[in-house]
């Protein structure tokens, strides 16, 4: 009996963050007109993965370390997960997996990564619109805190003209840098 209210726990968890995650992507889209923010499927990770195959003198050549397709099963057990796709036309343009810290203060941004194609299919940069989004899942459940996990280095200054701050020791154990919401 205990199995079953545990299950029955997680599938009541699942809908309840993910109604919170749908009114997030509402307020973002009513913020950034003409871009679609949703949930990551597992097409959306596949596309995403599809970055590091794109290569042209007017493409960004860094590309994440991570398969998205790899990591996207873990992430959909969680149910107090952040996931979010920005698109425009129905093209892929940014895309980020994270969580809620263990006790909800904090929106970890774990993985998070945008288009190498230029001119951005947006208009603008995925990043903004991403963590906008967090913020307002991070109001929505009670956080107080975005943290960008593992940011890179030299983009440090992008980040912050993005609202994060300067990078700091996340939890004692990783770098982040953090946006109070």
Not at 154 to 180: A, M, T
Request: proline share 4%.
């Amino acid at each position: 009996m205990a199995h079953h209210s545990a299950r029955l726990d997680h599938l009541e968890a699942e809908e309840r963050y993910k109604t919170f995650r749908e009114i997030a992507f509402e307020t973002t889209m009513e913020e950034f007109n003409g871009i679609q923010v949703s949930g990551v499927s597992f097409m959306d990770a596949l596309t995403a993965d599809k970055w590091k195959d794109q290569i042209s003198a007017s493409q960004r050549t860094a590309r994440s370390a991570w398969s998205w397709a790899r990591e996207y099963p873990m992430y959909q057990n969680r149910p107090k997960r952040f996931e979010v796709t920005v698109k425009r036309s129905g093209i892929l343009c940014g895309i980020c997996l994270g969580q809620l810290s263990k006790h909800g203060t904090r929106v970890r941004m774990n993985l998070v990564e945008s288009t190498p194609v230029k001119p951005n299919p947006l208009g603008i940069r995925a990043l903004p619109v991403i963590a906008f989004a967090a913020a307002a899942y991070g109001k929505i459940v009670g956080a107080d805190e975005v943290w960008l996990i593992d940011p890179y280095a030299n983009l440090e200054d992008y980040y912050q003209s993005s609202g994060f701050g300067p990078r700091e020791v996340y939890h004692g154990k990783r770098i982040g840098q953090r946006k109070i919401i």
